[in-house]
C-alpha cells in the first residue's frame, strides 16, 4: 500500500471520531451502502442457469461450453443444418422499476445475414412449457452484429427495457441457419440492470466483407480487374496488377442506406494497400443519393487515415462524415483506379455505417492523442492545450514547453494536458502565413500558452513529431472563431501592362514585354534560338512597416530544355541598404512542368527576413542558341 492511501486512511478514521468537534463536512463520516443495480444475471460460466432452450426446427440446440459460455451453431459434421432455436430467460420482474437495460457479451461468426440470423425478442406471458410461437415476440433494437473475424467476444452495448417498466417479461436470443449456411453465436455475462440504457454509437448498416461481397456490388467503368472477395484475407480487394500494370477504374457500391431517420451518421472500415502512386487519389470513397456511377451525384468523402503503402497491414479509415446526408437514403463507393505505371492492391473490410457523432468534426474534435493515431493526411478538427513551440537543431528539433524564450512565429504545440508534457505527446501546428499566425504564434501572444483551442487542418507530420498543417479555421479560448487569413501588401496581375515593373536587356536583341491574357513574358526564341540575358524588375517596394512578409506569383514555362529552369528562370532580391545594386537570388520552391502552358504558383516564398527594408525584385532570365525557353509570369503578390 502506497504512504498515501495509508494518511488517507488515517484522516478518514480522524475524520470519523471527531465529527463531534471538527468542522468537517458530517458527510464524510458516513459509510453509504453500495446499491445493487443488477436485476437479473446470468455468466452461463457452467450451465444455461436459469435459461431455457427451444428448439423449433433442426436437431441442434443452445447448450453450455466448458468453456464457460453457451453457444448454438447448425454446423454439425462438416455439414450446414437448417435451424431455429430460442435461449428463454426466466420471467424477469420489471413491475417496481421505471428504467432498465440488458447487456451481454457475445461473438458472432459465419452466419449469412447476421442482423436476421442473430436476432433479440422480448414478450410478456410466455410458459416455459410452450413454444416461442405460443405468445407474440417484439424484436428489440440493437446495435447491428458483425463478424469479429475471430473467436474474440464484444459487448452487445445497452440495449434498452424501459418500455417494459411495471411488466414481467422473458428475454430471448433467436438463433436461424440454412442448409447453405450455418453461423455460429456464443454467449455470456447476460445481466439486466436498473437506469437507462447508455447510448452508445448505433450501427445502422454492417458488412464485414469476411464471407463474400454481401449486399454490395461491382462495377467495372473500364479495365478487366474487379473487385473480388479474397478468401485468403477474408475481404474486399482489387488490384490492376496481373503479370503488368493494367489501366482500371472500378467501383465497389453499398445497397441503399437509409439515413432518413437521423440526425448525425458516419462510416468506419478497414483497409490495407500497397504499391500504390498516391493512395489518396487512386483509392478513395464517394457517397451519392443515386445508384448509377455514371450519375455525376458522386462527392468525395474525407478519409482520415490511410494505409502505410509499404505493407499490408489494415488500419482503420477512421470516422468519414455523412451528417450533411441525416435525412436521405445514400449509397457508399469505394473507388479503385489503376494505371498501366501504377497498379496498387487495396483490401477492404468491417464496413460499417453508425448513427452518431464522428470525431474529429466541428462539434467532436479529435483530442490531441487521438490526432497522433491519425497521421496520414486525412483533414479534421482537433482540440487540445496551447503548450509551447519547436525550434530546429542544427538536423533536429528541439521542443520548449514554455513560451519566454520563443523568437519564431511558425508553430506552436498543442497537449492534451499543461502538465507531465513530451514531444511523444505533443501535435506539432504549423502556423500558415497570415491571421491564424498573428493570433497564436507565442513570440507575440506569450499569454496563450495554457489555453485550449481547436484548429483545422491536415493531420501530417511536421517538425520531426506528429502534426496538424494547412490550417484554415480556428477557435480561440474565448470562443473567438474565424478562417486564416492573409493581408495583401503589393500586387501586380500583368493583365493589361508590366504595370510598374521595367525590363532591362543585358544581351541579346529580345526583351520582357506584356503579352494580352499571358501577362509579362519572355522568350529568346524567334525563328531561331538566340542567346539572352534579360531582367524584370519591380518598382521599389516599403515594406518597412512590416514584420513578417511572403510573395507568389503564377508562372508557366515551355519550349525549352527542362532541367534548365531552375538556372535560367531565376527569381532575384536587393534592398535599399545597398541601393539596390546588389541583387540576391531566392529560391522558386515551384516550377511548372516546363514542357506545356500550364500555369502553376510558385508557392510561398519566405521575405521575412526583408521586413521592415525597402526591397526591389528581378526576374531574371537566360538562354542559348541551343535552346531558348519561353517564360509567362502573371498574379504576383506580396502579403502578410
Known amino acids: 500500500m502506497k504512504k498515501t492511501k495509508i494518511y488517507g486512511l488515517m484522516l478518514l478514521i480522524s475524520g470519523i471520531s471527531l465529527t463531534s468537534c471538527s468542522n468537517l463536512d458530517e458527510s464524510i463520516a458516513i459509510i453509504k451502502p453500495i446499491q445493487n443495480n443488477t436485476i437479473y444475471s446470468e455468466t452461463f460460466a457452467s450451465s444455461l442457469g436459469g435459461f431455457i432452450s427451444k428448439s423449433v426446427t433442426g436437431d441442434q440446440v443452445w447448450a453450455e461450453n466448458s468453456n464457460g459460455y453457451v453457444m448454438m451453431t447448425g454446423y454439425a459434421n462438416s455439414v450446414n443444418v437448417a435451424n431455429e432455436d430460442w435461449l428463454i430467460s426466466p420471467e424477469i420482474d420489471l413491475t417496481t422499476v421505471g428504467a432498465s437495460h440488458l447487456t451481454f457479451e457475445h461473438c458472432a461468426r459465419y452466419f449469412a445475414d447476421v442482423s436476421n440470423e442473430a436476432t433479440i425478442w422480448v414478450a410478456e406471458g410466455y410458459k416455459s412449457d410452450s413454444l416461442p410461437k405460443s405468445v407474440s415476440w417484439t424484436q428489440l433494437k440493437t446495435s447491428a452484429f458483425s463478424d469479429p473475424g475471430s473467436w474474440v467476444f464484444n459487448s452487445s452495448g445497452q440495449v434498452s427495457l424501459t418500455a417494459y417498466a411495471g411488466k414481467k417479461i422473458r428475454i430471448a436470443f433467436k438463433y436461424i441457419s440454412t442448409a447453405t449456411k450455418a453461423g455460429t453465436w456464443e454467449m455470456k455475462n447476460f445481466s439486466v440492470e436498473k437506469g437507462e440504457a447508455t ?43 496481373t503479370t503488368a500494370n493494367n489501366a482500371n477504374e472500378d467501383w465497389l457500391i453499398s445497397p441503399a442506406i437509409d439515413l432518413t431517420n437521423v440526425t448525425n451518421s458516419y462510416l468506419s472500415f478497414d483497409h490495407a ?3 500504390f502512386g498516391t493512395p489518396s487519389a487512386e483509392a478513395t470513397v ?30 482503420n479509415s477512421g470516422n468519414l462524415n455523412l451528417s450533411t446526408y441525416a435525412g436521405k437514403k445514400i449509397r457508399i463507393a469505394l473507388k479503385y483506379i489503376s494505371s498501366t505505371s501504377v497498379a496498387g492492391n487495396w483490401e477492404v473490410r468491417n464496413f460499417q455505417i453508425y448513427n452518431g457523432f464522428a470525431s474529429g468534426i466541428d462539434t467532436h474534435p479529435f483530442t490531441v492523442s487521438q490526432a497522433i493515431t491519425y497521421q496520414s493526411g486525412g483533414i479534421a478538427w482537433v482540440e487540445g492545450y496551447v503548450v509551447g513551440y519547436a525550434w530546429p537543431f542544427m538536423t533536429q528539433y528541439a521542443y520548449f514547453f514554455k513560451p519566454d524564450s520563443c523568437s519564431q512565429r511558425t508553430n506552436i504545440l498543442m497537449a492534451d494536458t499543461t502538465g507531465n508534457i513530451f514531444s511523444s505527446k505533443a501535435l506539432a501546428i504549423q502556423l ?20 485550449k483551442i481547436r484548429l483545422y487542418g491536415t493531420l501530417n507530420s511536421a517538425l520531426g513529431i506528429a502534426g496538424l498543417t494547412n490550417v484554415s479555421k480556428y477557435v480561440l479560448a474565448d470562443g473567438t472563431s474565424g478562417n486564416s487569413s492573409t493581408t495583401s501588401f503589393f500586387s501586380e496581375t500583368f493583365a493589361s501592362s508590366l504595370g510598374l515593373f521595367t525590363q532591362t536587356s543585358v544581351s541579346g536583341a529580345q526583351t520582357w514585354g506584356y503579352a494580352s491574357g499571358f501577362g509579362a513574358k519572355m522568350s529568346g526564341y524567334t525563328t531561331v534560338n538566340n542567346a539572352n540575358e534579360d531582367w524584370l524588375y519591380s518598382p521599389e517596394i516599403d515594406m518597412t512597416t512590416l514584420t513578417s512578409a511572403a510573395l507568389s506569383f503564377d508562372h508557366t514555362i515551355n519550349k525549352g530544355v527542362v532541367a534548365n529552369m531552375r538556372t535560367e528562370q ?10 539596390f545594386t546588389a541583387f ?35 526576374f531574371k532570365y537566360t538562354c542559348t542558341t541551343a535552346s531558348s525557353a519561353t517564360w509567362e509570369l502573371k498574379n504576383l503578390l506580396i502579403y502578410y
Open 286 to 315: 464517394w457517397v451519392s443519393t443515386t445508384d448509377s456511377v455514371a450519375s455525376a451525384n458522386w462527392t468525395q468523402l474525407n478519409v482520415m487515415n490511410y494505409f502505410s503503402n509499404t505493407s499490408f497491414t489494415f488500419v
Open 199 to 241: 447510448l452508445d454509437a448505433q450501427v445502422m448498416y454492417s458488412n464485414s466483407f469476411a464471407y463474400g461481397i454481401g449486399d454490395f456490388k461491382a462495377q467495372s467503368v473500364s479495365g478487366a480487374q474487379l473487385w473480388t472477395y479474397s478468401s485468403a484475407y477474408t475481404c474486399m480487394a482489387v488490384s490492376g496488377y
Open 584 to 618: 540576391s537570388q531566392i529560391s522558386i520552391p515551384t516550377y511548372p512542368a516546363g514542357n506545356t502552358w500550364t500555369y502553376v504558383n510558385s508557392g510561398e516564398i519566405n521575405l521575412d527576413a526583408f521586413a521592415g527594408k525597402k526591397i526591389k525584385l528581378a
Open 273 to 275: 494497400g500497397r504499391y
Open 432 to 451: 500558415p502565413r497570415g491571421s491564424l499566425r498573428n493570433l497564436l504564434n507565442l513570440k507575440d501572444n506569450h499569454t496563450r500558452v495554457g489555453q
Open 570 to 579: 531565376t527569381l532575384w532580391i536587393a534592398t535599399s541598404e545597398t541601393n
